[in-house]
C-alpha cells in the first residue's frame, strides 16, 4: 500500500476494513532502515486518519508510536518529519488521542521536528497544526507549555516572516505574506489538517 492509494473516503474505509492498517505499521515495523517505507507509512497513516473511524484504529494498533518511532528514527529526514507530523495532526482530531500522546509524552518529538527543521514550511505547519489539535485538551496545554512548545510555534511564525525578507520577487513575496501566519493561525484554528 503506497499512501496515495490510500486518499478518497471509500478507499480508506475499505483499505481499513481489509486490514491495510496492520499492513500499513507491519511494514514500518519490519523495515525501520528504509526511510522511503517510513516516509510512505506515515503518508498511508496520514491519509487513513481523515476518516474519525480510522483514527481510532490506528491507536488501538499502536500506529502512533509507530510513526513517532519512525520520526525519532529519522530525525534528520524532513520527508518523514513532515509525513509524521501530518499524521499525527490527522489523529490528534480525537479526544482519545490527544490523551494518550500527551500521556506518552510524545508532544516532544514534535516539537522537536519543528525545531530542526525550521526551514522547512511543510513541517512547521504541519507541526503546529499537532499542537493545535493537542491543544483541544485543557491538560495538554501545560504539557506544551512544559516543552517549550509556545515558543516553538511562535519561531515558526517568525521564521515565515524571515522568509518574506528573503524572497527574490515581488510575486514571491506577495504569497509569503499572504501565508506569513499561517502557523499561528492553524494553532488557533478548529480545522483539521485537510479542513
Do not use: F
Not at 500500500?1 to 507491519?26: F, M, R
Not at 481523515?50 to 518511532?69: P, R
Not at 520577487?169 to 504569497?175: A, V
Request: hydrophobic share 40%.
Amino acid at each position: 500500500i503506497v499512501s496515495q492509494d490510500t486518499s478518497g473516503p471509500d478507499n480508506q474505509i475499505k483499505i481499513a476494513g481489509e486490514g491495510g492498517i496492520e499492513v500499513v505499521l507491519e511494514a514500518m515495523l519490519q523495515h525501520t532502515e528504509h526511510a522511503e517505507v517510513q516516509l510512505a507509512g506515515c503518508g498511508a497513516v496520514r491519509n487513513l486518519a481523515d476518516n474519525a473511524d480510522n483514527k481510532a484504529k490506528i491507536a488501538g494498533k499502536g500506529g502512533i508510536g509507530v510513526v513517532l518511532e519512525a520520526m525519532l528514527q529519522r530525525a534528520d529526514h524532513a520527508g518523514v518529519q513532515l509525513a509524521g507530523c501530518q499524521a499525527v495532526w490527522n489523529v490528534a482530531d480525537n479526544a482519545d488521542n490527544r490523551v494518550k500522546i500527551a500521556g506518552k509524552g510524545w508532544i516532544k518529538v514534535v516539537l522537536e521536528a519543528m525545531r530542526q527543521h525550521t526551514e522547512h514550511a511543510g513541517v512547521q505547519e504541519a507541526g503546529c497544526g499537532t499542537v493545535r489539535n493537542l491543544a483541544a485538551n485543557a491538560d495538554n496545554k501545560v504539557k506544551i507549555a512544559g516543552e517549550g512548545g509556545i515558543e516553538v510555534v511562535l519561531e515558526a511564525g517568525v521564521e515565515q516572516l524571515r522568509m518574506l525578507h528573503s524572497m527574490p520577487t515581488t510575486k514571491s513575496r506577495s504569497y509569503a505574506r499572504a501565508g506569513s501566519g499561517w502557523c499561528l493561525r492553524r494553532c488557533c484554528s478548529t480545522q483539521s489538517m485537510h479542513g
